[in-house]
């Protein structure tokens, strides 16, 4: 009972954030100087036409109408029609969510493999060689742009060497650097926070008593001490993984991936309001969604969580 009544409070934040970040992406978008109108119908067209399209796309309507409107469409699952090329901004969104989803997992997978093991290590032998080896890679991954990494990446291992293709998004090895561009800055911030939990467990009592009680170090370090410092490393990865989906913009316009970051980048171009609207309003839907399964594996790991 304790878990459902955790899992209803934390379904109603998710609720209430997704209400309020569609509520300000509405007025935001309203507030951006230029009329949907115009660009649609053009610089040359008549006050008829643009009236007319107006009143087609509904911004001729009260502002609480729309908003009300606005409110009701979201609530479907329906953020409306695109300006530019007049198909669903759903059905758009929804065709390329698959490869920036899949995008953004590969990379949290690089992320967790490079910095779970080497955070291990770097606590469990503090100072020694493979610690500073550690911090060097967090210094460095935390230092490099994603972007700048891509390119190099794409330099060297694409257009040099030519072990991966440099354009496309057909195979899973097309993925391969865009996801290690992405990931290796999340592996930098897990890695640290990775050591820092581990480096505060094992100077906790239970890891004392543990070890008074004879206990081997392999049990007391990887099976007792480790087990409480990745909860944290839960919590702080899904939030990663959801700023990957929002983040990967920058990322698919370096390796030229048809994802969601290049389609929201478009309708940034071509002023399409419903696309910038609907891609903002699911991004928040999609990053609530996975702050909520995290929150209730945490509960699961951690049972005070939910008993607090």
Do not use: C
């Amino acid at each position: 009972m304790r878990l459902l009544a955790f899992a209803l409070k934390r379904l109603g934040r998710l609720l209430l954030t997704v209400l309020l970040i569609s509520t300000i992406i509405f007025f935001v978008i309203r507030v951006i100087p230029g009329d949907p109108a115009l660009v649609i119908a053009g610089l040359d067209a008549s006050p008829e036409s643009i009236a007319a399209i107006r009143a087609k796309i509904g911004t001729d309507q009260p502002l609480a109408l729309q908003y009300v409107r606005w409110l009701a469409a979201v609530a479907r699952f329906d953020f409306g029609t695109s300006l530019a090329t007049g198909q669903p901004v759903t059905a758009m969104i929804l065709e390329r969510f698959p490869l920036t989803l899949t995008l953004a997992l590969l990379g949290m997978v690089i992320a967790l493999v490079l910095s779970i093991p080497l955070g291990i290590v770097s606590a469990v032998r503090r100072w020694s060689v493979w610690d500073y080896l550690g911090m060097l890679f967090s210094q460095i991954g935390m230092a490099v742009p994603s972007f700048w990494l891509g390119i190099l990446l794409l330099l060297g291992l694409a257009v040099k060497v030519r072990l991966f293709p440099l354009f496309g998004s057909g195979t899973l090895k097309h993925l391969v650097l865009p996801a290690v561009a992405l990931g290796f800055a999340r592996a930098a911030i897990l890695l640290r926070l990775t050591r820092a939990s581990m480096v505060e467990e094992l100077s906790r009592e239970y890891v004392v008593t543990a070890r008074a009680k004879g206990l081997t170090e392999r049990m007391v370090k990887y099976k007792h001490a480790l087990k409480n410092a990745l909860l944290p490393v839960v919590t702080v990865a899904g939030i990663q993984l959801g700023y990957m989906l929002g983040g990967a913009v920058i990322i698919e316009q370096v390796f030229s991936l048809p994802g969601l970051g290049r389609l929201f980048l478009t309708g940034v171009y071509q002023r399409d309001f419903p696309l910038i609207q609907g891609g903002i309003v699911f991004i928040a839907l999609a990053f609530s969604l996975i702050n909520f399964a995290v929150d209730i594996l945490y509960s699961v790991l951690n049972p005070k969580i939910r008993i607090g």
